[in-house]
T-cell receptor, first 115, second 114 residues
Framework: DSGVTQTPKHLITATGQRVTLRCSPRSGDLSVYWYQQSLDQGLQFLIQYYNGEERAKGNILERFSAQQFPDLHSELNLSSLELGDSALYFC??????????????FGPGTRLTVL | DQQVKQNSPSLSVQEGRISILNCDYTNSMFDYFLWYKKYPAEGPTFLISISSIKDKNEDGRFTVFLNKSAKHLSLHIVPSQPGDSAVYFCAAKGTQGGSEKLVFGKGTKLTVNP
């Protein structure tokens, strides 16, 4: 158990809909990262928040947005869903925001299925 | 543009033998490399890492080798155990444009047969 929690574990929805994925970081961690893992892709970095502020952006679509709240939990919002958005979405957390030794701890993921 | 490549999607070895997982990268900005292990229905867990100033890092049965000139790293598991069966992701970290990036490969599924 990494200490990072994600809800829900599974989500099934239809195209065009909007969903919210939630992540609670490890106690004491200030950074939250979101990743997408599609069937034939490695982990694709989406976005990072550090202490409530956006720190880094990766391959995140404009239809997707995220935020980190004062209690440090984070939400990833996915809207106008398409079939290709079906994937595993992982959240990770770390103590700091940058640095080579800033180890990330991953949650169990949310499996999103868009029908 | 796949900056971190794991060209073998799968690898099968016998228990007790050596497992060698390979990873290639293309971007010279990467200065820190990590291996993550992932079991089904779980998130990836950190396994071992290496800084670009080193060429080898060892932790028990796991050793990571880095060849900077070839932009290649490998993970050796000796001896391999059935519990090592998992998907292994190589990741590379670097700073570009003032922003830190962590890029993952697509993973190699390791099966260790008893």
């Amino acid at each position: 158990d990494s200490g990072v929690t994600q809800t829900p574990k599974h989500l099934i929805t239809a195209t065009g809909q909007r969903v919210t994925l939630r992540c609670s970081p490890r106690s004491g961690d200030l950074s939250v990262y979101w990743y997408q893992q599609s069937l034939d892709q490695g982990l694709q970095f989406l976005i990072q928040y550090y202490n409530g502020e956006e720190r880094a952006k990766g391959n995140i679509l404009e239809r997707f947005s995220a935020q980190q709240f004062p209690d440090l939990h984070s939400e990833l919002n996915l809207s106008s869903l398409e079939l290709g958005d079906s994937a595993l979405y992982f959240c990770a957390s770390s103590v700091g925001g940058t640095g080579p030794y800033n180890e990330q701890f991953f949650g169990p993921g949310t499996r999103l299925t868009v029908l | 543009d796949q900056q971190v490549k794991q060209n073998s999607p799968s690898l099968s070895v016998q228990e007790g033998r050596i497992s060698i997982l390979n990873c290639d990268y293309t971007n010279s900005m990467f200065d820190y490399f990590l291996w993550y292990k992932k079991y089904p229905a779980e998130g990836p867990t950190f396994l071992i890492s290496i800084s670009s100033i080193k060429d080898k890092n060892e932790d028990g049965r796991f050793t990571v080798f880095l060849n900077k000139s070839a932009k290649h790293l490998s993970l050796h598991i000796v001896p391999s155990q059935p519990g090592d069966s998992a998907v292994y992701f190589c990741a590379a970290k670097g700073t570009q444009g003032g922003s830190e990036k962590l890029v993952f490969g697509k993973g190699t599924k390791l099966t260790v047969n008893p």
